[in-house]
C-alpha cells in the first residue's frame, strides 16, 4: 500500500484526496464482496461520490457547509464511513473523523469493525454514558483520539464534546451524521390549556394570603391576556410578532414554581403546563394556529455551528421536509440504480391516526377489536419460514396494557407460537436460528439493522408530530420565530414526517439487502385511509422507485370500510365547497350527500374522524362543522 508523503500533526493540508478516495474505495469493495455484495457501476459512481465529500472535508476543500447524500439503505453507507477511517489510518493522515449515530449499540459495532479493518483501538474514542449496559465501555481522553464516535443525543446537549467540537483543527475535521440532522426542536403549549392551568392557579391564589400565590396568579393572568391579544392579531390577517411577556427576575420566577405552582390541588397537569411557560420564557415566544389548536410556540437549536462543515447520510430525506426548509442543506442528487419493485404495501382500510388506533385496539370488549383480529388473521395466513416486524405505540402511564401485550395475547389465543424461530443464512453460508416475531415501538426505527432477516413489516398506525409542534419546528428550521406557513404546509409537512418514519421502519428489514439492483422481497402490512392512498404512494415512490401497493381486502372490517367511505364522501364535500361557506349543519351534510339512511353511529363516527384526521380547517361544534382555519 502507496503512502502519502504530506501528514500534519493537526489537520492534512495538502492531501492526496484522490489517492485517499481510490484507498477507501479499495478497502469498501474489498469489504462488500466479503459479505456477498456485487457492485453495480451506478453503486460504484455513487459510493466515490460519497467517499469524495469525506476526502475534501479532510482537506479542507469542501464546497458546502451541509452536504446531504440519500443513498437508499443497503448500499454501503456505513461501510464506507468506515472505509474512509481506515484509509486515513493506512495512509498516515491525520485528519480527525467525527461520526454521530442514532443508537450506542450500532457505534460500538462500528469501533469493532474499525478495529478489524487494521486501526488500533487506541486511536479510536467512544463516548457515551450506558456504562454496563454497552457492549463496549466508554473511553477516555477522546480529544486525542483521531477516530470518534457518539450519538446524536450527545451532540445536542453537547455534554462531555466541548474540547472536541472546539479543536483548532476543525477547519480540515470530517463529521459525518447518520440519518436525519433536523436544527432545531419546536415545542408547543396549547392555549387552552395555559387557559385551565392559569384558571386553577387563580383559585387557588384567592385561597392563599401569601403574596407569591398572587403575584404568580397575576403574572400568569398577564402573559396569558397577551398571548390572546396576539392570537387576535393574526386572525386580523397580520403578520405574526414576537410576544414580550412581562419581566420577571430568574428568582422571581422559581419561587412561582416552589412556592406557588406546587400548592395547585387541580390535576398534576396545570402545574406541568405553568411549569413549561416558566422554562420557554427565556426563548422568543410566539403565538400559531395549526389545525384545530392555537398555542404558544417556540424552538431552539440544537445542531452546534461547531459542527460544519458536515456530511449527513440519509436514505430518507427526500420525504423529509423539515430538512428540505433548512436551506444551508445542499442535497445531491444521486441515481444508485436501485429498483424497490419487490416492496408490497398492503394497505387496510383504516384511520392510521395514534387516537384512532389506541382507542380501537384499547376497546373493553375484545370482540370489536377488528383491526388487532384483521392482523392477527394476516400473521396466521404467513409462511412459518418468514419473520415478522411490529411497531406498535409506547405504552402510557396510565394504560394498564401495553399495545404489543394485547397482540402477542391475540396471536397467542390464535394458537400461533411466538417463541418460533427462523433459520437465516449467514454471510459464511452457516445458519443461525432468529426470532421470528420481532418488536419495537414507533420513534425507534432509525438505525436498526438488527432486522435485516425480517420478510414482513406490521406498522401499527403512523406516527405524527402535533401540529403545533410542526408549525414550531418548521419556523425553527428557517430560524424566523415568526413565519408564516398555509394550513396545507404544515400538514403536509406533518404527514411526511410520518411518511420518513414508516420509510425507516420498512427500510429495517431485508429490503436492505440487494441482489441484481433489487431490494430484497418484503411486504407491509398497513392500516391507512385508501382515500389517501395516492398520496401515500407518491411520497414512498419518491424513495423506494417501483414500490408496490395494493388496496387490502379485509374479513373484519367490513363495517369500519363503511364509516371510511362515507367520511370520504363528507371530506370531499366540504373541500369543494368555496371559502365564504363558513359553517354546515350534520343535517345538511346528510341531505346533500344521501345519506339519510346511514345509521347514527356509522354517521357520527365518520364526523368524529374527519376531526381526529388531518383534514385542515374544520371542527365540530354542537351540530355543524365550522371552518377554522386563518
Not at 474489498?30 to 460504484?44: A, D, I, T, Y
Not at 406516527?463 to 419556523?475: G, I, N
Request: net charge positive; proline share 4%.
Amino acid at each position: 500500500m502507496q503512502l502519502a508523503t504530506v501528514t500534519t500533526e493537526n489537520g492534512t493540508p495538502g492531501m492526496d484526496e484522490e489517492l485517499v478516495i481510490d484507498t477507501a474505495y479499495e478497502i469498501l469493495e474489498h469489504r462488500l464482496e466479503q459479505f456477498g455484495n456485487k457492485v453495480s457501476p451506478e453503486q460504484q459512481e455513487a459510493l466515490r461520490f460519497m467517499l469524495g465529500c469525506f476526502a475534501r472535508m479532510a482537506a479542507g476543500t469542501q464546497l458546502y457547509q451541509k452536504e446531504a447524500i440519500p443513498l437508499p439503505t443497503g448500499l454501503g453507507k456505513s461501510t464506507a464511513c468506515l472505509s474512509f477511517c481506515a484509509a486515513l489510518h493506512r495512509l498516515v493522515y491525520g485528519a480527525p473523523v467525527l461520526i454521530a449515530s442514532s443508537y450506542i449499540e450500532n457505534l460500538c459495532q462500528g469501533l469493532r469493525d474499525l478495529v478489524e479493518l487494521g486501526v488500533p483501538r487506541e486511536k479510536i474514542g467512544l463516548i457515551h454514558t450506558a456504562g454496563k449496559d454497552a457492549s463496549e465501555p466508554a473511553t477516555e481522553g477522546n480529544g486525542s483520539r483521531q477516530f470518534l464516535f457518539l450519538t446524536h443525543a450527545k451532540i445536542k446537549t453537547r455534554r462531555d464534546i466541548e474540547d472536541y467540537l472546539y479543536t483548532d483543527c476543525k477547519a480540515q475535521r470530517v463529521v459525518i451524521w447518520d440519518e436525519a440532522l433536523v436544527k432545531s426542536e419546536g415545542t408547543s403549549l396549547n392555549l387552552r390549556s395555559l387557559e385551565i392551568a392559569t384558571a386553577a392557579l387563580n383559585t387557588e391564589s384567592l385561597q392563599q394570603e401569601s403574596s407569591i400565590n398572587q403575584r404568580a396568579g397575576q403574572y400568569m393572568r398577564e402573559c396569558l391576556k397577551r398571548f390572546k391579544a396576539e392570537l387576535d392579531r393574526q386572525r386580523q390577517l397580520m403578520k405574526p410578532q414576537t410576544v414580550l411577556l412581562p419581566e420577571r427576575t430568574e428568582d422571581e420566577l422559581e419561587r412561582y414554581d416552589k412556592e406557588a405552582f406546587s400548592t395547585l390541588s387541580e390535576k398534576q397537569s396545570n402545574r406541568v403546563t405553568l411549569l413549561k411557560l416558566l422554562r420557554a420564557v427565556k426563548f422568543d415566544l410566539s403565538v400559531g394556529v395549526a389545525g384545530n389548536s392555537d398555542g404558544v410556540l417556540y424552538y431552539r437549536l440544537v445542531i452546534p455551528k461547531q459542527l460544519e462543515p458536515v456530511t449527513i447520510l440519509d436514505a430518507s430525506l427526500p420525504i423529509s421536509t423539515m430538512q428540505q426548509l433548512d436551506s444551508s442543506i445542499h442535497i445531491n442528487e444521486l441515481k444508485a440504480g436501485v429498483s424497490y419493485e419487490n416492496v408490497h404495501f398492503h394497505v387496510i382500510d383504516f384511520n392510521s391516526g395514534k387516537k384512532s388506533i389506541v382507542a380501537h385496539v384499547y376497546q373493553k370488549h375484545k370482540e370489536r377489536r377488528k383491526l388487532v383480529h384483521e392482523i392477527v388473521d394476516i400473521v396466521k395466513s404467513l409462511p412459518e419460514t418468514e419473520a415478522v416486524l411490529f411497531f406498535t405505540y409506547k405504552k402510557k402511564d396510565n394504560q394498564r396494557d401495553s399495545m404489543q401485550s394485547i397482540f402477542t395475547a391475540a396471536l397467542r389465543r390464535a394458537g400461533i407460537d411466538l417463541d418460533a424461530q427462523v433459520e437465516v443464512q449467514q454471510a459464511d453460508g452457516t445458519t443461525k436460528l432468529l426470532p421470528r416475531f420481532c418488536w419495537s415501538t414507533h420513534g425507534m426505527e432509525l438505525g436498526l439493522n438488527c432486522y435485516s432477516y425480517v420478510r414482513h413489516v406490521v406498522p401499527v398506525g403512523l406516527l405524527r408530530m402535533r401540529e403545533l409542534d410542526v408549525l414550531a419546528a418548521m419556523r425553527g428550521q428557517v430560524e424566523d420565530n415568526n413565519a408564516t406557513f398555509t394550513a396545507r404546509e404544515i400538514k403536509d409537512t406533518q404527514d411526511r414526517q410520518a411518511f420518513y418514519r414508516l420509510h425507516q421502519q420498512v427500510n429495517r428489514a431485508q429490503c436492505r439487502i440487494i441482489r441484481d439492483n433489487k431490494t430484497l422481497p418484503v411486504d407491509v402490512w398497513l392500516p391507512y385511509p385508501h382515500a389517501r392512498l395516492p398520496w401515500l404512494q407518491r411520497n414512498m415512490e419518491s424513495v423506494m422507485p417501483g414500490v408496490q401497493h395494493s388496496k387490502y381486502d379485509p374479513k373484519w372490517l367490513v363495517g369500519v370500510s363503511i364509516t371510511q367511505r362515507v367520511k370520504k364522501g363528507i371530506m370531499e364535500y366540504l373541500d369543494s365547497l368555496p371559502k365564504s361557506v363558513k359553517q354546515v349543519s350534520t343535517n345538511r351534510l346528510k341531505k346533500e350527500l344521501g345519506l339519510q339512511d346511514v345509521p347514527k353511529n356509522t354517521f357520527t363516527r365518520s364526523i368524529t374522524l374527519i376531526r381526529e384526521y388531518q383534514f385542515s380547517g374544520w371542527e365540530l361544534r354542537g351540530r355543524s362543522l365550522v371552518r377554522t382555519s386563518l
